[in-house]
Structure formats: structure tokens, C-alpha cells
């Protein structure tokens, strides 16, 4: 997202009232137990989490920024750096691994020609290997946004990124 | 045929709705719980059940219960556990995405024994789509009246809410999860204060797993004693084991505790045998932290006996013959898998998952993944092995949290049952750095299976 001043930082008015649901489901005062659920939201609008997001949440919950940037840079799936529209993270742990994670990390690398972490030239895809998913009966998997991938071969990750080329999910966003 | 408690109505079509769950009996045990059982009943119910932690402590869950602390006018919070991150499991996924409603109706039985108005489920934030599942079956709830004030006319008030985690294994830690919930980095706490006296924003708080808390409804609808009929000894009821790897059949079973190993791996009812006819060569019976087995010690114990799923019979041998049920993250190693690549794997892991805050987790995960990828990768030396078991040695018993352990035991199973496979790899560096399982089998294989 270009042009990222706080002045032009604003939630629409339904995203807004999700972050009011979240901090509702918690006591008087305690509006800081929905900073991790807010941080997902800003994430899904906003791309990722620059520094003027993360005041911008900082100033809605009525925290300090330390302790927004704290809780954003300690959990792995905030980006507090640009990614692509489309993150392919690709689980590496242990079952998905014996059942193949490797070379499917490696098809993915060759055919969008990056490695992992980085994202293609065209902005959609970023690559990402993680940690166990919880998928390990269904491995080899990736994660795109919200929609796990699951007994992943060759031809089915060509087929995911054919049609993501096609309708880029937002992250986060969207179940399918 | 084992019995199911969980999974029974999993295929009716629907189940997921709460027209369809309370067709089939849902919401029966809220019912009676409210109609004619005080919150003691309830929790001497669990008490009688057997019913032990199915997170992987496996600590009786109404003797948890009765710690709660009481003082007056503090509100008290029950939390569910949905943080499942333990490699190989992923059975409370499969719970909460099939049956929401049971972790619900468990949730206000649970909440009710404990006399909490306000509870909330924890979810890792990668199952955000399953959190919507919830979110969708909690409002069908209070539409209902199940959920909100005056339930049901008892004049019992509870709201339940749902709230996601953002990548983090250390917050399945009960401690850690409080602070996640608290909106904090999921850094955990040191005990004592247990989180029964102080725990969310320093309240008596309870941390239940999603299949501890579905239990329970089963426990209240047929009764605590019935529901320690079932099973084996002290591990009573039924388990959810989701098993993964070299398997014909991966998934999640739930199983009557006590069903034999052996049964489990090659039944047809569960894993239908090694995928591709292949040899068995090592399991690791309940999720990546607990000791992995090698073949011989799978489905007999040292002494000869038969191995049965159930928290003692796995632990049979402790950790120099045997291994823990743990959360029932079953995973199986064919004859190709290799063990050192398996056991870097794993502490890559733990490296990348530790959350920093005790010195000897935090160094000691990444030397551990250092020296093990350098022995895989072939440029290992023999001082290395014993290097990594002092290593382990050293992290085990010296963190706050059991994230330390659990790194470690892995490691010493590993080099323990394994020695000779990481030697090898130092013998023989080139041919370990093409990943070529084949040669690991043809040098290691006829040793481990002789």
C-alpha cells in the first residue's frame, strides 16, 4: 500500500465495527486482549503491517505503539514488510515433509522463479515455508489466505496457481 | 469394535448445524446439567469419569477443576486450548470444523461446573476459517438460548466468544496463551501463581484442550462411572489419535483407550498398514515431542508385552524404552525416512518456535538445529552426537515452560535408539547430502531390522 501516513490510515466503517465486536467480547479495560484479532483484520486491508497501520491500532485499542510493534513482529503470521496479494505458505514439518513438502517447495520455487520468502516480480505471489499446519494426514499442504490446500502433487499446485493468477485472494480474506 | 463417544454422529448429514446436532441428542447434557445437577455434580462427575487431559500432560481434568480458586466477587474464565500446533496432531481441527456444537455444549457444561459467566476459545490464527465455523455455531447458540442470560431458564448466564492467535506454537502453553489472550506476546509465565489461582488478567482461570472439554458432554449425558468403563486402567474413555505419515490410511480415529498398537497401525478399521507395502521403521505415537520408538519397541514393550494406545502402556519403558500417548499426534516412519533429517526437522522447529525468553531454549534449539544440519548435510564430526546429547541434556528441566523438554526429548530419543544412523552419516558425508533415503536404508536398514 503506497503513501502509508497515519492521516490516511482509516478502517471503513464495517471493519471498524468487527474490531468493536472483538473488543466487546472482553471485559471494561481489557480492549487489549483484541489487538491480535484487530492486527489480522489491518493485515487483510492494508497489505501488511507498516509502521503507520500499526499506530493507527495502537490508537484504536488506546495502547501505547510499543505494544502494538511487540505483538506484531513476535507471531509469524504478520508481515510487517510488503508480500505479494497471494502468500503460498508451504508447511516443511516433519510429516508434510516425509510425505514430499520438499519437492513441492522446490516445483513452487521453480515455476514462479523465487525463493522462499520472496515474492514474484508481478506482486501476487509470496512464498513462504512454515511450521506445522495441522494438516498432517492430508500432506503434502499449503496455506493461501484462509483456504488450506491439501494433498498437494504437481498438478494440483499448477492448477491453485492458475487460478490465483486468475483472482488473486486478498490474504486473510475470503473462505472459499 | 471400539466404542465412539466423539465422533459417533461425525457422517449424519449436517452435523455441523444446530438443527441437525440437537436432532441428534445435542444440547441433552446442557439440559440436565441445568434441570438437575449443581456445578459440584457436575465437576464430581468429571472426577469419576477418569477423564485426563487430551492437550498431552494427560492431568486428571476434575482434579484441574477443584484447584480453581473461589474467591469472592473475582470473576472466574474457563479458556479452551485450540492452539493445536503439536506436529501430528490435528484432531481438535477436525473436531471443531465437523461438530462445532460439541465443543460448545461441553464448553457451558464445563463453564458451568466451574462457575464461569465468560468464556472464551483460544484458536490458532491458522485455522481462521475454522474460527469462523465457530463464530457461526456460537450465534446459532445464543439464538437458541444456550449462550447469554438466563439460559435456559436456570437463571446460569454465560458468553462465549472466540479469539485467533497469530502463528505461535509456545501459546498451546496454558501460560502463554493467557498472555496471547491478553493481548500480550505469548512469553509464558513462571508457576507458581498456576493459572487456577491467578491466570487471565489474574483471575482463576482454567485451560482445557478442545477434546477434554467435547469429553465432557458424553461424561455428563451417560454418567462419570460409565464413561470410566470404558477403556483401560487409568486411562479411561476414548482417544482421538490423528495419525499421519508413511500410513495408508491417515486421519483421525477415535479409539477406545487400550486397543492394542499393533491393531491400530495394521487394522483396517484405522491406518490399513504402511503405505506401498513398506517396512515400519520408526513411530513417533503422540506428536513431535514425545520420544520416537524404533520399530522393535512400536508394538511390544521391552519386556515383550503388547503395546496398547493408552497414556501407561506407551510410557511403559519411560523415556530409555518407551515414549508418551501425548496429544495422539501418531506419526509413522517407513523403512526410506531418515532419521537425522527427521530429528532436524524437528528442532528447526523448536528453534523457530521458541519464544526467546529462558537462555537455555533459546540457544540451545538453534545449536541443536545447527549441529543437526550439518551431520545431515555430511559435514558432521563423531564429537557431534555426544555434543547434541549434552546439548539436550542441558535444555531439559532448565526453562519456564515445557517448550524445553520438548525439544529435547526428541533429540535424545534420536541419538538413543539411533545412534548408529548418525554415525553413519559422519562415515559417510557424501552420501547423505543428496537426500537420498535409498542409501539410508541399505547401510542402516539391515542393522535396525536384524
Avoid at chain 1, 36 to 56: E, N, W
Avoid at chain 2, 410 to 434: D, G, L, M, S, Y
Wanted: glycine share 10%; aromatic share 10%; with cysteine.
Amino acid at each position: 500500500m503506497e503513501n502509508q501516513n497515519i492521516e490516511n490510515i482509516q478502517f471503513p466503517k464495517e471493519l471498524l465495527d468487527e474490531v468493536q465486536r472483538a473488543v466487546s467480547s472482553f471485559p471494561e479495560g481489557k480492549q487489549k486482549s483484541a489487538l491480535i484479532r484487530t492486527l489480522h483484520i489491518a493485515q487483510a486491508h492494508f497489505g501488511y503491517l507498516s509502521t503507520p497501520v500499526m499506530d493507527y491500532v495502537a490508537r484504536l485499542l488506546h495502547i501505547q505503539p510499543i505494544e502494538v510493534y511487540e505483538v506484531a513482529t513476535f507471531y509469524s503470521m504478520y508481515d510487517t514488510q510488503p508480500v505479494g496479494k497471494v502468500k503460498l505458505e508451504v508447511c516443511r514439518t516433519g510429516p508434510c515433509m516425509i510425505e514430499g513438502a520438499e519437492k513441492i517447495v522446490s516445483y513452487i520455487e521453480n515455476k514462479l522463479g523465487i525463493k522462499d520468502g520472496e515474492t514474484t516480480s508481478d506482486g501476487i505471489f509470496t512464498l513462504k515455508t512454515v511450521e506445522c499446519l495441522g494438516a498432517c494426514g492430508y500432506a503434502p499442504m499449503l496455506q493461501a489466505g484462509e483456504k488450506f490446500h491439501e494433498h498437494l502433487t504437481e498438478e494440483k499446485v499448477d492448477a491453485l496457481i492458475e487460478q490465483y493468477r486468475l483472482k488473486p485472494v486478498a490474504n486473510y480474506m475470503g473462505q472459499e | 469394535m471400539s466404542r465412539k463417544l466423539l465422533l459417533n454422529n461425525i457422517h449424519v448429514e449436517g452435523i455441523h448445524t444446530y438443527d441437525v446436532y440437537r436432532k441428534t441428542g445435542g444440547y441433552a447434557a446442557v439440559e440436565k446439567a441445568l434441570k438437575s445437577m449443581s456445578p459440584d455434580d457436575v465437576v464430581e462427575e468429571v472426577k469419576k469419569s477418569g477423564l485426563r487431559g487430551r492437550g498431552g500432560a494427560g492431568f486428571p481434568t476434575g482434579m484441574k477443576w477443584s484447584f480453581i480458586a473461589k474467591p469472592e466477587g473475582v470473576p472466574r474464565h474457563l479458556l479452551c486450548n485450540a492452539d493445536e500446533s503439536e506436529p501430528g496432531t490435528f484432531k481438535d481441527r477436525y473436531l471443531m470444523e465437523k461438530i462445532p456444537h460439541l465443543l460448545i455444549e461441553g464448553m457451558i457444561l464445563s463453564s458451568f461446573a466451574l462457575g464461569c459467566e465468560q468464556s472464551y476459545i483460544y484458536i490458532r490464527g491458522e485455522y481462521m476459517y475454522v474460527l469462523r465455523i465457530l463464530e457461526k455455531a456460537i450465534a446459532e447458540a445464543y439464538q437458541n438460548g444456550w449462550l447469554g442470560k438466563n439460559i435456559k431458564g436456570s437463571g446460569y448466564n454465560l458468553d462465549l466468544s472466540v479469539s485467533p492467535g497469530a502463528g505461535a506454537y509456545i501459546c498451546g502453553e496454558e501460560t502463554a496463551l493467557i498472555e496471547s489472550l491478553e493481548g500480550k506476546r505469548g512469553n509464558p509465565r513462571m508457576k507458581p501463581p498456576f493459572p487456577a489461582i491467578q491466570g487471565l488478567w489474574q483471575r482463576p482461570t482454567v485451560v482445557n484442550n478442545v477434546e477434554t472439554i467435547c469429553a465432557v458432554v458424553p461424561i455428563v449425558n451417560e454418567g462419570g462411572d460409565a464413561y470410566a468403563q470404558i477403556g483401560i486402567g487409568r486411562s479411561t474413555g476414548t482417544k482421538l489419535i490423528s495419525a499421519g505419515g508413511n500410513i495408508n490410511k491417515p486421519g483421525v480415529y477415535e479409539l477406545e483407550l487400550g486397543v492394542s498398537v499393533e491393531e491400530f497401525i495394521y487394522g483396517d478399521q484405522y491406518c490399513g498398514g504402511i503405505k506401498n507395502g513398506k517396512k515400519l521403521k520408526a513411530c513417533v505415537p503422540g506428536g513431535s515431542s514425545v520420544p520416537i520408538l524404533p520399530h522393535y519397541l512400536v508394538c511390544k514393550t521391552a519386556e515383550g508385552n503388547d503395546r496398547l494406545m493408552s497414556y501407561e502402556s506407551l510410557a511403559d519403558g519411560g523415556f530409555a524404552n518407551g515414549s508418551m500417548l501425548g496429544s495422539g499426534g501418531f506419526i509413522i516412519y517407513d523403512e526410506d525416512q531418515c532419521i537425522v533429517r527427521n530429528t532436524w526437522n524437528f528442532s528447526r522447529f523448536y528453534h523457530h518456535e521458541s519464544c526467546g525468553q529462558c537462555s537455555p531454549c533459546r540457544e540451545g534449539t538453534g545449536w541443536m538445529e545447527k549441529v543437526l544440519h550439518r551431520l545431515e548435510y555430511g559435514h558432521g564430526k563423531m564429537e557431534d552426537i555426544d555434543l547434541l546429547w549434552d546439548i539436550q541434556r542441558k535444555i531439559e528441566g532448565n526453562t519456564i515452560c515445557p517448550l524445553g523438554d520438548a525439544a529435547a526429548w526428541p533429540v535424545a530419543a534420536a541419538i538413543r535408539h539411533f545412534r548408529e544412523e548418525f554415525e553413519w552419516h559422519v562415515k559417510e558425508p557424501n552420501a547423505c547430502t543428496t537426500r537420498n533415503y535409498g542409501l539410508v536404508k541399505e547401510k542402516v536398514f539391515e542393522k535396525v531390522n536384524a
